[in-house]
């Protein structure tokens, strides 16, 4: 048994009364008493030590990937009439957030009015919105037998995004035998393609007269150009609740979620229009675009996603066919293995897509090796529909699954 000073004050007491008592000794009845009354009369006047305390929380940035911190800073002022001495301070965290400076830091006295500021570093290790509602006071009485602690509300909200990661371009690329994918399509604008000869009108171009279709329909006509543009991307993030595993950052949604993160950073930097759909309890869906926030509209809606969707995939697919009708490069990031998921593979190629499929292999979340069965019948049917597929284990991180699952494909 670990002594400490209570302890050593309830036997010191006890032994100096027994003494007290067969040698009839006043004095040492005195040392008995105030021994006895020591630890009593520290608690009651230190049990109010924290009141008058007021402790803020100022985050230098509310939104920020996982990897990334920021700096926090903790003001605690004295409000009170009396001096405080030897007061910790801790910020409350929820899972996901670490504190890389230690959890407790020491301000050594406050008079009243007084205000003191403590700053550290905040490591988010996992997306997420996270709520920092509580922060801790605590400190102990003049001898040190009791410790007090107090807990303060202080509201605030930290949105963390998640990692974009260094991996190879995964998007749809061209198959054998099935020629080059198309990635753009023609509209008329500037360019140096011929898109079609249409009549003259008020401001355009002498240069551009086609004499030949001026003299052949009677009227003045103009050559148009072609100006190409890029297909939209689109990203399919399966949230069905009850297909993901795996814990924490080693689990199939939070793959999907980095992988998705990615891929949108990928199509964004080629200049593309990029959309999501991420349709849980709440759609978090984002429409294509190449605006300068896009990529920042995705990733707070990748930041808030859980997996909580209680309608089917293919549903949800169906409830966003209008940015998937006409031709788009699409990802799909499952863990799915059903017979309805070659069928949703068979559609968006039939609705003119090109089409990788990434499947999520939930067995390897859970610690079990291998290419399970069904997963290699389900590339087999998406691979007959056009689809590309590549299936990503976990347990090494996203990067190496990838990197490993390239590798298969490869060899196959």
């Known amino acids: 048994m670990k002594v400490g000073k209570k302890h050593i004050l309830i036997w010191g007491g006890l032994f100096l009364l027994i003494v007290a008592v067969f040698l009839h000794i006043n004095q040492v009845f005195v040392m008995a008493a105030a021994i006895g009354l020591l630890a009593p009369v520290s608690y009651l006047l230190s049990r109010h030590s924290l009141k008058g305390l007021d402790v803020k929380r100022h985050l230098y940035r509310t939104r920020l990937s996982v990897g990334e911190s920021v700096p926090v800073s903790l003001t605690v002022r004295n409000t009170g009439t009396r001096p405080r001495y030897l007061v910790s301070v801790e910020d409350v965290l929820p899972d996901g957030l670490r504190l890389p400076d230690g959890e407790r830091h020491l301000i050594v006295d406050l008079v009243p009015g ?12 996992r997306r997420g919105v996270y709520k920092l509602d509580e922060l801790g006071l605590v400190t102990s009485d003049l001898i040190g037998l009791f410790e007090f602690t107090r807990s303060i509300s202080d509201g605030g909200e930290l949105v963390v995004y998640p990692q974009v990661i260094d991996l190879p371009d995964m998007w749809p690329q061209a198959v054998a035998g099935a020629g080059q994918l198309r990635t753009r399509k023609r509209r008329p604008g500037t360019g140096t393609e011929l898109y079609g000869v249409r009549e003259f009108v008020p401001g355009d ?21 072609e100006r190409p543009q890029d297909l939209p991307a689109i990203i399919i993030l399966d949230l069905s609740a009850g297909v993901h595993t795996g814990r924490g950052n080693e689990s199939s949604l939070e793959y999907g979620v980095t992988l998705a993160a990615t891929l949108a950073a990928q199509a964004l930097k080629r200049g593309r229009p990029t959309g999501l759909i991420a349709q849980g309890a709440t759609d978090y869906s984002v429409a294509p675009a190449e605006t300068p926030g896009q990529k920042l509209q995705i990733l707070e809606a990748l930041a808030r996603v859980a997996a909580d969707c209680t309608q089917s995939l293919p549903a949800v697919i169906q409830g966003h066919g209008s940015q998937l009708v006409g031709g788009a490069s699409v990802a799909v990031i499952s863990p799915q ?13 039939q609705w003119g897509n090109a089409v990788n499929w990434f499947s999520l292999v939930t067995g390897s979340f859970e610690g079990h090796i291998g290419l399970e069965t069904r997963y ?29 699952a390239g590798r298969v494909v490869r060899q196959a």
Do not use: N
């Open 114 to 125: 007084q205000e003191q500021t403590v700053t550290y570093h905040l490591l988010p290790v």
């Open 205 to 225: 171009d002498l240069r551009q007269i086609h004499w030949k279709a001026t003299a052949h329909r009677g009227k003045l006509s103009v050559v148009q150009r």
């Open 337 to 349: 293995t059903a017979k309805s998921m070659a069928d949703v593979g068979a559609t968006l190629c």
């Open 376 to 404: 290699q019948w389900l590339a087999t049917q998406l691979r007959r529909q056009g689809c590309q597929t590549i299936a990503i284990h976990g347990g090494r991180g996203l990067a190496a699954g990838v990197k490993e």
